[in-house]
């Protein structure tokens, strides 16, 4: 049985992943702490060369050190070798650069791996999501998801995780140093500490709030993007340009918005930080003065004052950038998390996998879709005998197309049952019932690849059977025409193919697979009357003993199956033969005597144009 997922809040989530790499933070977080320590050497080396080396001050360094300094000379040798203390400096900055280039390189292979690992669980986690996810959901958003909200968490993970080591090193170390130097300067340097600190924590509460509704925003445009680009043809042929152009202005006018807001108060908190940040500065500035010229403090002394005290306040000023990211990244995690977290079609351990040569039974089913609970099919009952040819004529709404969902398993049946050779398609295996039971939509999808590619994209076959099987769908022909033939290379979702033409390739790449159920939902609607009996009649011979279903409003199409389906209102209303149902009074005598008519028509017009 699949374990249900246990909800994990973003910031538990955001710490296993870090936890999944932790051999590189810690090697990261060790060049943190090595950087931290040079960092506060530096100052010291100076301090140590005014008062010690130039002055007559007494040294304040550690006795280990102090040692073997005494032996070379002391403060005579430093004062006739001052390169020593120069060379101590490059030293100390080449190291820190060694270091930072470590603690750079473990923390991005760190939030790369994390990125990785992401992206592959969204994916594979959306190949796992049902149907109505797919239905509900919006592409563009999805995809904002899993790029955009992938980036603001790698972002974060690779330079901000390791910005909090340091700053809480930073502030904790300076603190260390300065409350043993002077505690009265110290205190009177921190002043305008809280106030930073409130301001970095009001300026993280507004971030998170208003990068959520940005990036929602984002998403929003992004979904307007996608679905222009992707129906781009419909869009030509009814004019909508301009349409399209103002709604996508309106998406980008609300995201503009959306962003200059998160500016502003980045603007505000920022400007804000420089000036509290400054103050503090001038006015542990202004106290050591007082107190070197008082001589309660050393020139070397002010130095490390001045220099650590902007340690202590960057990090703190730097809190709000720290809490900036980290509020973004949780709300891209809480975004993420809404796809890790729905819940994927169920594992079935005990499912089985039988034969589909048999009858086809809707028994009683009635099916309604979750979101309004309207009634889509109402106690549908018929049998399709194995092996038979079956055809659906309806409406539009009538439930022909949710009737072959169903019997992929795309959706299950409010009530009701349906069995293929009397075993209930509920035990049956999903991925092998839809290996098995082929399905080519009135509006196919193709991949932006080669028409061979298209055909062949299943696999397993030879290029024999992938041309035979476009000799089949009558594609052959159209193919041989294009500008590379079998290499031509077709637009995104099939945009340079005619309806036709995209058909007829979903057809040959439907008959590659080992089909023991064949349903066309309206997929010869875009052929002509003639190519559309070649491909039954090629169809008949060569996929004997597999059921198939047709849906059509084409009347020459249902004509041959060996029985009709009416469907009304998501209810079987007549069922028969071709000639059965012409003799009696419903739907389906009506569509045949308007088609006849207008067919009628037509050869009557043409007839005329007709010279003689």
């Known amino acids: 049985m699949q374990q249900k997922k246990v909800k994990q809040k973003p910031l538990r989530a955001m710490l296993d992943l870090i936890g999944e790499n932790w051999r590189s933070y810690v090697g990261a977080l060790l060049a943190t702490v090595m950087i931290v320590i040079i960092g506060f050497i530096t100052p010291l080396v100076l301090a140590e060369t005014i008062d010690f080396v130039l002055d007559t001050k007494p040294s304040a360094l550690p006795s280990f050190l102090l040692s073997p300094l005494e032996k070379l000379g002391g403060r005579d040798f430093l004062r006739a070798n001052l390169w020593v203390m120069g060379l101590a400096g490059v030293v100390l900055t080449v190291f820190n650069g060694l270091f930072t280039y470590v603690k750079g390189r473990l923390s991005a292979v760190a939030s790369e791996n994390i990125a990785q690992s992401l992206r592959e669980r969204l994916y594979a986690h959306l190949q796992r999501l049902p149907f109505s996810y797919h239905v509900k959901a919006e592409t563009g958003d999805l995809i904002q998801r899993?790029?955009?909200?992938?980036?603001?968490?790698?972002?974060?993970?690779?330079?901000?995780?390791?910005?909090?080591?340091?700053?809480?090193?930073?502030?904790?170390?300076?603190?260390?140093?300065?409350?043993?130097?002077n505690v009265e300067i110290t205190l009177i340097s921190m002043i305008l500490v809280p106030p930073l600190f409130a301001f970095a924590t009001w300026f993280f509460k507004m971030v998170h709030k208003s990068f959520k509704?940005?990036?929602?925003?984002?998403?929003?445009?992004?979904?307007?993007?996608?679905?222009?680009?992707?129906?781009?043809?419909?869009?030509?042929?009814?004019?909508?340009?301009?349409?399209?152009?103002?709604k996508f202005d309106q998406k980008n006018l609300t995201l503009r918005k959306r962003w200059l807001k998160l500016n502003l108060l980045s603007a505000i908190y920022w400007s804000g930080g420089d000036v509290l940040s400054m103050l503090q500065a001038l006015i542990t500035l202004l106290v050591c003065v007082v107190y070197a010229s008082q001589g309660k403090i050393t020139a070397g002394e002010m130095i490390i004052f001045t220099s650590y005290i902007g340690m202590l306040l960057w990090p703190i000023r730097s809190l709000g950038r720290t809490l900036s990211d980290a509020g973004k990244s949780m709300v891209s995690m809480g975004r993420i998390q809404e796809i890790l977290h729905a819940e994927p079609e169920p594992d079935e351990p005990d499912a089985i996998k039988p034969d589909l040569h048999g009858d086809i039974v809707f028994d009683h089913v009635s099916f309604?879709?979750?979101?309004?609970?309207?009634?889509?099919?109402?106690?549908?009952?018929?049998?399709?005998?194995?092996?038979?040819?079956?055809?659906?004529?309806?409406?539009?709404?009538?439930?022909?197309?949710?009737?072959?969902?169903?019997?992929?398993?795309l959706y299950e049946p409010t009530s009701g049952r349906i069995t293929i050779g009397g075993v209930d398609i509920k035990t049956i295996d999903r991925a092998y019932l839809r290996s098995h039971v082929g399905l080519i939509l009135q509006e196919p999808f193709l991949y932006s690849k080669t028409i061979y590619e298209n055909v062949g994209i299943i696999g397993g076959r030879d290029e024999g059977g992938i041309h035979h099987a476009a000799d089949v769908a009558r594609a052959t022909g159209f193919i041989a025409k294009a500008d590379k033939g079998w290499e031509t290379l077709v637009g995104e979702r099939g945009?340079?193919?005619?309806?036709?033409?995209?058909?007829?390739?979903?057809?040959?790449?439907?008959?590659?697979?080992?089909?023991?159920?064949l349903i066309f939902d309206d997929s010869l609607s875009a052929v002509d009357t003639e190519t559309d009996a070649q491909i039954r009649a090629a169809l008949k011979g060569e996929m004997k003993g597999v059921t198939t279903l047709i849906i059509s409003h084409r009347v020459t199409t249902l004509s041959q199956a060996?029985?009709?389906?009416?469907?009304?209102?998501?209810?079987?209303?007549?069922?028969?033969?071709?000639?059965?149902?012409?003799?009696?009074?419903?739907?389906?005598?009506?569509?045949?005597?308007?088609?006849?008519?207008?067919?009628?028509?037509?050869?009557?017009a043409i007839a005329m144009e007709t010279p003689n």
């Open 368 to 409: 309604a879709y979750p979101d309004d609970g309207v009634p889509v099919l109402k106690d549908v009952s018929f049998t399709i005998p194995a092996g038979s040819t079956a055809a659906v004529l309806g409406g539009t709404g009538s439930g022909k197309s949710t009737m072959m969902y169903l019997l992929q398993r």
């Open 562 to 604: 060996d029985m009709i389906l009416v469907l009304e209102d998501g209810c079987i209303t007549q069922q028969g033969t071709h000639e059965e149902l012409c003799q009696q009074q419903g739907l389906y005598a009506r569509i045949n005597a308007i088609q006849n008519t207008l067919e009628e028509e037509l050869n009557h």
């Open 495 to 517: 945009v340079t193919l005619s309806g036709g033409q995209k058909q007829r390739i979903a057809i040959a790449r439907t008959l590659l697979k080992d089909n023991h159920v």
């Open 213 to 246: 509704v940005a990036d929602e925003a984002e998403g929003a445009m992004s979904a307007t993007l996608q679905e222009n680009l992707s129906g781009v043809r419909v869009v030509r042929a009814f004019g909508q340009q301009q349409c399209e152009v103002e």
């Open 146 to 181: 899993c790029t955009s909200d992938v980036d603001t968490i790698r972002r974060f993970l690779s330079v901000q995780v390791m910005e909090v080591v340091n700053s809480l090193l930073m502030i904790i170390i300076a603190l260390v140093i300065l409350l043993q130097r």
